[in-house]
C-alpha cells in the first residue's frame, strides 16, 4: 500500500515535531530575540529596554561599522573567486585526468580538512613569518631577509580564507563534473571541438550547479570567518564576526552586536535567495521541473 | 578497390591483461552500409572506438579517407558518431545541437540556420522543435536529433554505436527504414555496429560478424545467412539445421556422407563449402525454409524421414520440429496456412535440394 504523503498523515505530523521543536526552539526564538534585542539601548553595561532605532542608524552611520561590513563583503567575494578559480583546475584534473591517484589524492584533501582548523591557521603564521620557513627559503635563494612581510596583513587573511574553504569547492565541483556522462565530452570531440571549446561548451555549463553551489557555500562562510582575521591577520582588519563578538563581549553592547549579527545574516540570505533563483531559473530553462 | 573509405590491418587493443582485439583488419568501401555484429564483448565497439579516435590501437594501422589516422585526435577525423545513448547536449536547444558542428567549424549563423533547417526536415522533425531543449523530446524525437547532429556536416563516415538500442520494437522498425533510407540519399559509408543480427541484414550491404576479438566472417547479408563460416555465425541468427557429416573431396566437388540425410547424389560444388572446412568431418547446414513437407510419392534430391514432434503457429509462419533418425531434432518453416498440414506424432517426409546445402567447419 502507497504511503499518503501529505502534511495533514497524523505520522508525519508526529515524526517531524521533534525536529521543529529543536529548530524553533534553538533557531526561530533566538532569531526573533535577536531582532527585538537591535530595538534596545545600553547604559552602563546594562541593557535598556527603550525601544528606538538608535542602534541601527549607528551601525549605518558610523563609518567604523559599515566600513567593515564592507570589508566583510569585499573579502567573502574575494575568496569565493579564488576559490572557485582554484578549484576548478583542481577538481577538473582529479575526475579526468588522474583517475588513479584520485582516491589518494581525495584523501589528502580530506585530511587537510578535517585537521582542527586552529592548528591549520597557526601553521600558517610559523610559514610566513617574518623569521618563518617562507622568508628562510628566499633568503636562502638570495633574495635577502624578510623578503615577504605579509603576516598580520588582510593578504595573510585572504590566504588563511582560501586555504581553509577551498574543499568546499573542491568537492562541490569535482562531484558534479564526476557526475557528468563522458559520453557528452566525446559527443564534443567529435562534432569537432578541442579540448578548450568542449569544456567551455559542455564541461563547464554542466557542472555549473557545483560550481555555484560551492561558491555560494564559500561565499557564506567566508561573512563568517573569525580564526583568519584573528590569527593571521593579526586584529589589524577586523571582519564581522570579530566586530560581533567584539560588541557581545568587550563591549557588551548587546543591542549592537544582536543589530550587526542580523546585517551579516541578511547579506547570507540575500545571497543565497539570489544564487537559488539564479540555479532555479537555469533548471527551468532546461525544462527539468523539479 | 581503389575507393576504399576506411582501411584497418591488424588492429590490436589490449586494456591491460584484456586483450580486446586480435589483430583485426577491415575495409569499408565508400558509401558502404557495413554492420559490425556480435555478442557483447566481442570487441565490436572498441573496433568502433578507435575507429572514432576516442581510443588509440595497440598496434596495427588505420586509413580513413586515404589519410593514416595515427595521432590524429577524434575531432579532426571526417567521422562522426552517433552515440549509443545518444549524448545529446542537455543543455543545449535542438537546433544548438543539431548546428554544434558547424558552430565549432565557424559556419556563419545564416548557413547555420540553413543547414539546421535542411536537416529538420530530412529528420521529419518540426519546426516548433528548434528551441527545445533535448529532454524535451520522445526517445525517437531524441534519435532522430543526434542523427541530425552528426549529418549535419555531411561527414564521410558516419559511425552508429547501437543507437536503436533503448527503443521499443515498433519505433526501432520504423527509424531501421529511415536510416536505410537515409544511407541511399546521403552518400555517407555507415558503419552500424549491432548485436542484432537481424537488424544487421536488413539495413547493411555488408556485415562484419565478430566473436571475442576476432573477425570470424565478412561478407553480404545472403553470405552470412546461407554460407556462413561456421556454426557460431550460423547459429547467430534464427534457428537452423546443422547436422554432422563427413567430407572428401573429389576433383572441384566435395562428397559428403551424412547418416541423416539419404542424397541421389551427395556432391556439393566449391561453393557449396566454406574455406573454414578443413577436416574431414564437419557441419551441413540446412536453413529451416529450405526444407519441405513431401507428398506421398514425390520424390527430392534429399530425404529425411521422421515424425513430427511440435509445432507453432507463428502468424506469418508455422514451425514444425521434426525428429529424424537417430534422434536429431530438424525445424523447418513453412509460409503460414489456414488449414495445418500436419499434427504432433504424423510421419513425415522431409525434402531438400543438394544446392541447398552448405558444409562448414564443426
Given at each position: 500500500?502507497?504511503?499518503?504523503?501529505?502534511?495533514?498523515?497524523?505520522?508525519?505530523?508526529?515524526?517531524?515535531?521533534?525536529?521543529?521543536?529543536?529548530?524553533?526552539?534553538?533557531?526561530?526564538?533566538?532569531?526573533?530575540?535577536t531582532a527585538v534585542l537591535s530595538f534596545q539601548?545600553?547604559?552602563?553595561?546594562?541593557?535598556?529596554?527603550?525601544?528606538?532605532?538608535?542602534i541601527w542608524?549607528?551601525v549605518?552611520?558610523?563609518?567604523?561599522?559599515?566600513?567593515?561590513?564592507?570589508?566583510?563583503?569585499?573579502?567573502?567575494?574575494?575568496?569565493?573567486?579564488?576559490?572557485?578559480?582554484?578549484?576548478?583546475?583542481?577538481?577538473?584534473?582529479?575526475?579526468?585526468?588522474?583517475?588513479?591517484?584520485?582516491?589518494?589524492?581525495?584523501?589528502?584533501?580530506?585530511?587537510?580538512?578535517?585537521?582542527?582548523?586552529?592548528?591549520?591557521?597557526?601553521?600558517?603564521?610559523?610559514?610566513?613569518?617574518?623569521?618563518?620557513?617562507?622568508?628562510?627559503?628566499?633568503?636562502?635563494?638570495?633574495?635577502?631577509?624578510?623578503?615577504?612581510?605579509?603576516?598580520?596583513?588582510?593578504?595573510?587573511?585572504?590566504?588563511?580564507?582560501?586555504?581553509?574553504?577551498?574543499?568546499?569547492?573542491?568537492?562541490?565541483?569535482?562531484?558534479?563534473?564526476?557526475?557528468?556522462?563522458?559520453?557528452?565530452?566525446?559527443?564534443?570531440?567529435?562534432?569537432?571541438?578541442?579540448?578548450?571549446?568542449?569544456?567551455?561548451?559542455?564541461?563547464?555549463?554542466?557542472?555549473?550547479?557545483?560550481?555555484?553551489?560551492?561558491?555560494?557555500?564559500?561565499?557564506?562562510?567566508?561573512?563568517?570567518?573569525?580564526?583568519?582575521?584573528?590569527?593571521?591577520?593579526?586584529?589589524?582588519?577586523?571582519?564581522?564576526?570579530?566586530?560581533?563578538?567584539?560588541?557581545?563581549?568587550?563591549?557588551?553592547?548587546?543591542p549592537l552586536g544582536a543589530a550587526l549579527t542580523l546585517?551579516?545574516?541578511?547579506?547570507?540570505?540575500?545571497?543565497?535567495?539570489?544564487?537559488?533563483?539564479?540555479?532555479?531559473?537555469?533548471?527551468?530553462?532546461?525544462?527539468?521541473?523539479? | 578497390?581503389?575507393?576504399?573509405?576506411?582501411?584497418?590491418?591488424?588492429?590490436?587493443?589490449?586494456?591491460?591483461?584484456?586483450?580486446?582485439?586480435?589483430?583485426?583488419?577491415?575495409?569499408?568501401?565508400?558509401?558502404?552500409?557495413?554492420?559490425?555484429?556480435?555478442?557483447?564483448?566481442?570487441?565490436?565497439?572498441?573496433?568502433?572506438?578507435?575507429?572514432?579516435?576516442?581510443?588509440?590501437?595497440?598496434?596495427?594501422?588505420?586509413?580513413?579517407?586515404?589519410?593514416?589516422?595515427?595521432?590524429?585526435?577524434?575531432?579532426?577525423?571526417?567521422?562522426?558518431?552517433?552515440?549509443?545513448?545518444?549524448?545529446?547536449?542537455?543543455?543545449?536547444?535542438?537546433?544548438?545541437?543539431?548546428?554544434?558542428?558547424?558552430?565549432?567549424?565557424?559556419?556563419?549563423?545564416?548557413?547555420?540556420?540553413?543547414?539546421?533547417?535542411?536537416?529538420?526536415?530530412?529528420?521529419?522533425?518540426?519546426?516548433?522543435?528548434?528551441?527545445?531543449?533535448?529532454?524535451?523530446?520522445?526517445?525517437?524525437?531524441?534519435?532522430?536529433?543526434?542523427?541530425?547532429?552528426?549529418?549535419?556536416?555531411?561527414?564521410?563516415?558516419?559511425?552508429?554505436?547501437?543507437?536503436?538500442?533503448?527503443?521499443?520494437?515498433?519505433?526501432?522498425?520504423?527509424?531501421?527504414?529511415?536510416?536505410?533510407?537515409?544511407?541511399?540519399?546521403?552518400?555517407?559509408?555507415?558503419?552500424?555496429?549491432?548485436?542484432?543480427?537481424?537488424?544487421?541484414?536488413?539495413?547493411?550491404?555488408?556485415?562484419?560478424?565478430?566473436?571475442?576479438?576476432?573477425?570470424?566472417?565478412?561478407?553480404?547479408?545472403?553470405?552470412?545467412?546461407?554460407?556462413?563460416?561456421?556454426?557460431?555465425?550460423?547459429?547467430?541468427?534464427?534457428?537452423?539445421?546443422?547436422?554432422?557429416?563427413?567430407?572428401?573431396?573429389?576433383?572441384?566437388?566435395?562428397?559428403?556422407?551424412?547418416?541423416?540425410?539419404?542424397?541421389?547424389?551427395?556432391?556439393?560444388?566449391?561453393?557449396?563449402?566454406?574455406?573454414?572446412?578443413?577436416?574431414?568431418?564437419?557441419?551441413?547446414?540446412?536453413?529451416?525454409?529450405?526444407?519441405?513437407?513431401?507428398?506421398?510419392?514425390?520424390?527430392?534430391?534429399?530425404?529425411?524421414?521422421?515424425?513430427?514432434?511440435?509445432?507453432?503457429?507463428?502468424?506469418?509462419?508455422?514451425?514444425?520440429?521434426?525428429?529424424?533418425?537417430?534422434?536429431?531434432?530438424?525445424?523447418?518453416?513453412?509460409?503460414?496456412?489456414?488449414?495445418?498440414?500436419?499434427?504432433?506424432?504424423?510421419?513425415?517426409?522431409?525434402?531438400?535440394?543438394?544446392?541447398?546445402?552448405?558444409?562448414?567447419?564443426?
Amino acid at each position: 500500500m502507497a504511503v499518503e504523503k501529505s502534511w495533514r498523515d497524523k505520522a508525519l505530523q508526529l515524526s517531524t515535531l521533534p525536529l521543529l521543536v529543536v529548530f524553533g526552539t534553538f533557531f526561530l526564538v533566538p532569531l526573533v530575540m535577536t531582532a527585538v534585542l537591535s530595538f534596545q539601548g545600553t547604559q552602563y553595561y546594562r541593557l535598556v529596554w527603550n525601544w528606538d532605532l538608535q542602534i541601527w542608524s549607528d551601525v549605518f552611520s558610523q563609518r567604523h561599522y559599515w566600513s567593515i561590513m564592507l570589508r566583510t563583503l569585499g573579502m567573502a567575494c574575494v575568496a569565493t573567486f579564488l576559490c572557485v578559480a582554484f578549484a576548478l583546475p583542481v577538481a577538473y584534473a582529479l575526475v579526468n585526468r588522474l583517475q588513479d591517484w584520485a582516491d589518494h589524492i581525495t584523501l589528502l584533501i580530506v585530511f587537510a580538512f578535517l585537521t582542527d582548523a586552529v592548528l591549520k591557521t597557526f601553521g600558517w603564521v610559523l610559514f610566513l613569518d617574518r623569521t618563518g620557513v617562507l622568508n628562510g627559503v628566499l633568503e636562502a635563494l638570495g633574495m635577502g631577509k624578510a623578503a615577504t612581510d605579509i603576516l598580520f596583513t588582510p593578504y595573510a587573511t585572504m590566504i588563511g580564507m582560501v586555504y581553509n574553504l577551498l574543499p568546499y569547492t573542491i568537492f562541490t565541483i569535482a562531484l558534479s563534473m564526476a557526475r557528468l556522462d563522458r559520453d557528452l565530452v566525446l559527443a564534443a570531440y567529435d562534432a569537432g571541438a578541442s579540448r578548450w571549446r568542449a569544456l567551455r561548451e559542455v564541461t563547464l555549463p554542466l557542472a555549473m550547479p557545483g560550481i555555484v553551489a560551492g561558491g555560494v557555500l564559500v561565499f557564506v562562510l567566508s561573512l563568517g570567518v573569525f580564526l583568519e582575521p584573528k590569527v593571521m591577520g593579526g586584529g589589524t582588519s577586523p571582519m564581522a564576526a570579530e566586530l560581533i563578538r567584539q560588541s557581545f563581549e568587550t563591549r557588551v553592547n548587546w543591542p549592537l552586536g544582536a543589530a550587526l549579527t542580523l546585517v551579516v545574516i541578511v547579506i547570507g540570505a540575500i545571497s543565497l535567495a539570489a544564487f537559488g533563483g539564479l540555479a532555479l531559473r537555469a533548471s527551468r530553462k532546461r525544462g527539468t521541473q523539479a | 578497390m581503389s575507393d576504399q573509405i576506411i582501411e584497418a590491418r591488424g588492429i590490436q587493443k589490449f586494456y591491460g591483461q584484456y586483450h580486446a582485439l586480435k589483430a583485426v583488419s577491415l575495409s569499408v568501401g565508400a558509401g558502404e552500409f557495413l554492420a559490425l555484429v556480435g555478442p557483447s564483448g566481442c570487441g565490436k565497439t572498441s573496433l568502433l572506438k578507435i575507429l572514432a579516435g576516442f581510443e588509440a590501437p595497440s598496434d596495427g594501422s588505420l586509413r580513413i579517407a586515404g589519410q593514416d589516422m595515427t595521432g590524429v585526435p577524434a575531432s579532426a577525423r571526417p567521422t562522426r558518431m552517433v552515440f549509443q545513448k545518444l549524448a545529446l547536449f542537455p543543455h543545449k536547444t535542438v537546433a544548438e545541437n543539431i548546428g554544434f558542428p558547424l558552430m565549432l567549424a565557424g559556419k556563419s549563423v545564416a548557413e547555420i540556420r540553413a543547414s539546421v533547417g535542411a536537416m529538420l526536415e530530412m529528420m521529419h522533425l518540426k519546426e516548433s522543435y528548434l528551441n527545445r531543449y533535448p529532454n524535451q523530446l520522445s526517445g525517437g524525437e531524441q534519435q532522430r536529433v543526434a542523427l541530425a547532429r552528426a549529418l549535419v556536416s555531411k561527414p564521410p563516415v558516419l559511425l552508429l554505436d547501437e543507437p536503436m538500442s533503448a527503443l521499443d520494437a515498433k519505433l526501432r522498425k520504423s527509424l531501421q527504414a529511415e536510416l536505410k533510407h537515409l544511407h541511399r540519399n546521403m552518400g555517407t559509408s555507415f558503419v552500424h555496429v549491432t548485436h542484432d543480427l537481424e537488424e544487421a541484414m536488413m539495413l547493411a550491404d555488408r556485415i562484419c560478424v565478430m566473436r571475442a576479438g576476432e573477425v570470424v566472417q565478412v561478407g553480404t547479408p545472403a553470405d552470412i545467412y546461407y554460407r556462413p563460416a561456421d556454426a557460431f555465425v550460423a547459429g547467430f541468427i534464427g534457428e537452423t539445421n546443422l547436422l554432422p557429416a563427413t567430407f572428401t573431396r573429389s576433383g572441384n566437388a566435395v562428397r559428403f556422407d551424412c547418416p541423416q540425410l539419404r542424397c541421389t547424389h551427395p556432391l556439393l560444388a566449391a561453393t557449396q563449402v566454406s574455406e573454414t572446412l578443413t577436416d574431414r568431418s564437419g557441419l551441413l547446414m540446412i536453413r529451416p525454409e529450405l526444407l519441405r513437407i513431401l507428398e506421398p510419392g514425390e520424390s527430392a534430391d534429399c530425404l529425411i524421414s521422421g515424425r513430427v514432434s511440435e509445432f507453432f503457429v507463428r502468424g506469418g509462419s508455422l514451425q514444425y520440429r521434426v525428429t529424424g533418425e537417430g534422434d536429431t531434432t530438424l525445424i523447418l518453416d513453412l509460409p503460414g496456412t489456414m488449414a495445418l498440414p500436419l499434427g504432433v506424432g504424423d510421419p513425415v517426409r522431409l525434402g531438400c535440394g543438394t544446392a541447398d546445402l552448405f558444409a562448414m567447419r564443426g
